[in-house]
T-cell receptor, first 112, second 116 residues
Framework: GAGVSQSPSNKVTEKGKDVELRCDPI?????LYWYRQSLGQGLEFLIY????????KSGLPSDRFSAERTGGSVSTLTIQRTQQEDSAVYLC??????????FGPGTRLLVL | AQSVTQPDIHITVSEGASLELRCNYS??????LFWYVQSPGQGLQLLLK??????LVQGIKGFEAEFKRSQSSFNLRKPSVHWSDAAEYFC??????????????FGKGTHLIIQP
């Protein structure tokens, strides 16, 4: 079946612009995760959704970052007023019940 | 706080030789341990996982890993590597088999290079 998909695959933006990153989890997967992968920090956990609810948003790097999930499916990670340090690969993963996470291919974000 | 250490940033192995990638974790409760592999430009693919029971776990692509609680280690092994195994390997720990509400904590990764 279809895996986790993410769009866009690549995004180049100018400093100060807002960007939206999209994640389509595997159908039926109730849990959804966002991670950031950068050269300096490695893989960092950002946020977790169970259904449409994110119980803890403290992993988001700053208040410029927000995330939502609608219909228990698609999730959007929004970065406002992007900065150069936001350049990274943003990975989404989903899982069902307590099965291991399946990862998408990521969105590579470059802020100029 | 939980953490994962992968001491080797790069490892070079000849094709056909055996491989061992090291992983040490720090976790206050029962750890759920994972190894993922990432090829260039790709997402992460699960190789294997340890939740409980037999401390030697088998995964895909001929990989296995051994959980040693006394050493807080979860090393990945393969008896004979293939050129297609060249990739980045990540060890991770989580609060449950799905990762839990705090997600997975990953090591920095080990870059595996295969020499012909």
């Amino acid at each position: 079946g279809a895996g986790v998909s993410q769009s866009p695959s690549n995004k180049v933006t100018e400093k100060g612009k807002d960007v939206e990153l999209r994640c389509d989890p595997i159908s039926g997967h109730t849990a959804l995760y966002w991670y950031r992968q950068s050269l300096g920090q490695g893989l960092e956990f950002l946020i977790y959704f169970q259904g449409n609810s994110a119980p803890d948003k403290s992993g988001l790097p700053s208040d410029r970052f927000s995330a939502e999930r609608t219909g228990g499916s698609v999730s959007t990670l929004t970065i406002q007023r992007t900065q150069q340090e936001d350049s990274a690969v943003y990975l989404c993963a989903s899982s069902f019940a307590r099965a291991p996470q399946y990862f998408g291919p990521g969105t590579r974000l470059l802020v100029l | 706080a939980q953490s994962v250490t992968q001491p080797d940033i790069h490892i070079t192995v000849s094709e056909g030789a055996s491989l061992e990638l090291r992983c040490n974790y720090s976790y206050g409760a029962t750890p759920y341990l994972f190894w993922y592999v990432q090829s260039p430009g790709q997402g992460l693919q699960l190789l294997l996982k340890y939740f409980s029971g037999d401390t030697l776990v088998q995964g895909i692509k001929g990989f296995e890993a051994e959980f040693k609680r006394s050493q807080s280690s979860f090393n990945l092994r393969k008896p004979s590597v293939h050129w297609s195994d060249a990739a980045e390997y990540f060890c991770a720990v989580g609060a449950d088999s799905g990762g839990g509400a705090d997600g997975l904590t990953f090591g920095k990764g080990t870059h595996l290079i295969i020499q012909p």
